[in-house]
């Protein structure tokens, strides 16, 4: 038989190696002498054994009843679990990357659709700036009066806290802590906010060189007048580049950092010299310049140069600066974005919206069917107001709202020639009117729209249901709560913003729903983009849509909305809350989707204003203007005057032939009107002919008339 291999002399670390191995002695027997061969280590294994049982020996050496051992590991590894969940909480709420970020945001151009500037909104922030390529004062000055022994020490300096809660001068912050106190923190002064602080710089210190931190401060820090960082603050307090700054302009800039708004050298440049002398004085203590240079220091002249003066917010910038910071990119420096704004438009805006008589307050939204906001007015004076009333204010949209209930009662299959009930309600706890009592058996869909019956509309929103009515205004963009089942909801007793309101109205303009009103244009989609969007969107039937135009048509043309009338297809629908409190006209001509409010803040009553009136009137005059098209006048209205108490006197008279004879010229070649009798004559020369024209009763006629000069006329040859 084969000779069997002999024993390869594994041994199991975590047994004991005496005698007392235990009663398994077959594996004792095999491992002992494999084992006690080794000699000194036998001798090591031994000793390690005796020492371990020490530890584990109940003799008084353990804590709490349990072997040191056992506290010590598990010591270790509370404190090893304690760091990763320190790293771990550090990686989430302070990445390294955010001290690469401006700590504010940056200043952002907005640009109407022509390149015009509108607004300028932001801190000034420029590129940050390379301690490597800075000269040697620039960095000393900084290190000189905010933190000496940077290169030395760990994120926090034991010296300078001892020092500060000595002497009571200076929060004995380090340069690190500062970048972690302004990039990462709030400005809260406790005792958590400051130990989270030192926990933070030890996270920098362990990961960045310290130039790299010197760097990201020098690139954020605060130097006051909206500026952010050195290079900027160079720019702005003497015209050149931080690299070429002079020693006395970088004591000077370093001397800000304390408190900028108090040192701020265009407001207070006495202060800021004075702070100056103490940044010269600690670069003298630090070593870095001599007495001597420092006595030839002089506080620098400003070099400010006046910037490009824009507004720093309108209703249009306020609304469109949270979009314009999403898209704008992430880092340093100024940025200038295209808007969809059209100065034109804006411009006609300002000027149809300034005639709102008395303290009414107004807003004016213009759209393309796209949702791209071309104009907007937010109320009659920035200045004095920059509440947006086309964006924040909810108001109720009164009557306009009846679009989702009549178009609702469309997509159930009702046609603008159906009836409905006209007449009073006078039972049940909601008894709306129509506006001058003006009641009916019965009256067409199309009707009750123009002429904006309320009876109709709420027996209409009861017919088709509140919830079928609420899911139109849904699919056409509506996020404002409505109430489900409130018969007055037909009327527009929810509220919603104008914005919101007339970009439904542009989602029926275009057929295409719903739609998000931005104030910049769409980038260019790809395909699959596009077949995305396409499945997001609905649209209206042919029938439907050509039927809710129809009704929006005659709203203006034969309804409530005549004075808004134009001379081109024009689609729209008036709305007046209780008690005239709201007045509004929304509608679309061309390629404008425009919404008119009229309200007061205080939400007091119009005095005599509907949405038939001043609304209506400021929505034409928009459009003839933004269109360039004619509009047609409206029918005048009869002027009322107070009796002049003098005798009437009358007006007709008893027949023609009392109308008193009356001959004047028409011309310088003798041509002559008579009015006399029952007609008409007109007398004058053709090409050396005098005729007569007749016109009374039995028509016009021609006759030879006597010559204009007295001569006969001249004889006709035959013909």
């Given at each position: ?203 920098l210190e362990a990961w960045l060189t310290k130039d790299e931190i010197l760097e990201r401060y020098l690139s954020n ?499």
């Amino acid at each position: 038989m084969t000779e069997p291999a002999p024993h390869a002399g594994y041994f199991a670390l975590h047994d004991r190696f005496d005698d007392d191995y235990g009663e398994d002695e077959r594996d004792d027997s095999v491992l002992r002498p494999r084992h006690r061969a080794g000699g000194a280590t036998g001798d090591r294994f031994d000793d390690w054994d005796r020492r371990l049982d020490s530890l584990d020996a109940p003799s008084g050496k353990g804590w709490l009843g349990r072997p040191r051992r056992w506290w010590i590991v598990r010591g270790i590894a509370a404190m090893l679990a304690l760091f990763m969940l320190i790293t771990a909480w550090l990686a989430v709420t302070a990445p390294l990357s955010k001290s690469l970020q401006p700590i504010a945001a940056p200043q952002l151009t907005l640009l109407a659709s022509d390149g015009t500037p509108i607004a300028r909104n932001g801190a000034v922030i420029d590129k940050p700036v390379e301690v490597a390529k800075l000269p040697p004062h620039v960095v000393e000055a900084f290190l000189a009066i905010e933190d000496r022994r940077f290169y030395s020490h760990w994120g926090v300096d034991p010296r300078g806290l001892a020092r500060a809660a000595w002497t009571g001068y200076g929060g004995g912050s380090t340069i690190t802590q500062q970048l972690a106190k302004f990039t990462f923190l709030t400005p809260e002064q406790t005792l958590t906010r400051k130990a989270r602080e030192m926990l933070i710089a030890f996270w920098l210190e362990a990961w960045l060189t310290k130039d790299e931190i010197l760097e990201r401060y020098l690139s954020n820090t605060y130097f006051g007048d909206n500026i952010y960082g050195l290079r900027a603050a160079s720019l702005h307090y003497f015209y050149r580049q931080p690299e070429r700054l002079r020693p006395e302009q970088a004591a000077m800039l370093a001397g800000l950092v304390q408190a900028p708004s108090r040192y701020a050298p265009t407001r207070h440049y006495d202060r800021a010299a004075k702070r100056m002398g103490l940044v010269v004085a600690s670069m003298v203590d630090a070593g870095y310049i001599t007495p001597a240079e420092a006595q030839a220091m002089r506080p620098p002249r400003l070099d400010v140069r006046p910037a490009k003066s824009l507004p720093t917010g309108t209703y249009f910038a306020d609304w469109a600066l949270p979009q314009g910071r999403r898209l704008a990119e992430a880092g340093y420096g100024g940025q200038t974005l295209t808007t969809t704004l059209d100065s034109r438009l804006q411009a006609i805006a300002r000027r149809v919206t300034a005639r709102v008589p008395g303290n009414a307050q107004l807003a004016l939204v213009a759209m393309r069917p796209n949702g791209e906001v071309v104009a907007m007015i937010g109320g009659k004076d920035y200045a004095r107001s920059p509440f947006n009333r086309a964006t924040q204010a909810r108001r109720q949209p009164g009557s306009t709202f009846k679009l989702f209930v009549w178009l609702a009662a469309l997509r159930e299959g009702m046609t603008p020639g159906d009836r409905i009930d006209n007449s009073a309600i006078t039972t049940g706890g909601y008894q709306p009117k129509n506006a001058g009592g003006n009641y009916s058996d019965s009256i067409t869909l199309e009707d009750a729209f123009a002429r904006s019956s309320n009876v109709a509309a709420v027996r209409l929103l009861k017919t088709v249901g509140s919830e079928k009515v609420i899911a139109t205004a849904r699919d056409l963009g509506v996020r404002s709560p409505l109430a489900e089942g409130d018969p007055s909801l037909a009327l527009g007793t929810s509220t919603m913003t104008l914005l919101e309101l007339t970009s439904a109205y542009a989602g029926v303009a275009g057929n295409s729903f719903p739609v998000v009103p931005r104030a910049f244009a769409t980038p260019e989609k790809g395909w699959l983009a596009r077949a995305w969007d396409w499945t997001n969107q609905e649209s209206l039937s042919r029938r439907t849509h050509g039927d809710m135009e129809r009704m929006m048509r005659a709203a203006i043309n034969r309804g409530t909305g005549r004075a808004a009338s134009l001379s081109v297809a024009n689609f729209g629908k008036t709305g007046t809350t209780q008690d005239n409190r709201d007045a509004l006209f929304v509608g679309y001509a061309g390629d404008l989707v425009v919404g008119v409010w009229v309200g007061n803040d205080d939400n007091t009553p119009l005095a005599g204003v509907s949405g038939g009136t001043v609304p209506a009137r400021i929505w034409r005059d928009f459009m003839v203007q933004a269109l360039g098209r004619g509009a047609a006048r409206p029918a005048p209205v009869p002027d009322q005057r107070d009796d002049p108490g003098t005798p009437v006197e009358p007006m007709d008279v008893p027949g023609p032939a009392d109308i008193p004879s009356a001959e004047f010229p028409i011309d310088g070649q003798g041509s002559r009107v008579r009015i006399g009798g029952e007609g008409v004559t007109v007398s004058t020369d053709v090409e050396g002919v005098p005729l007569d024209l007749r016109i009374d009763r039995d028509g016009l006629r021609v006759t030879p008339g006597p010559s204009p000069t007295g001569q006969p006329p001249p004889a006709v040859p035959p013909q």
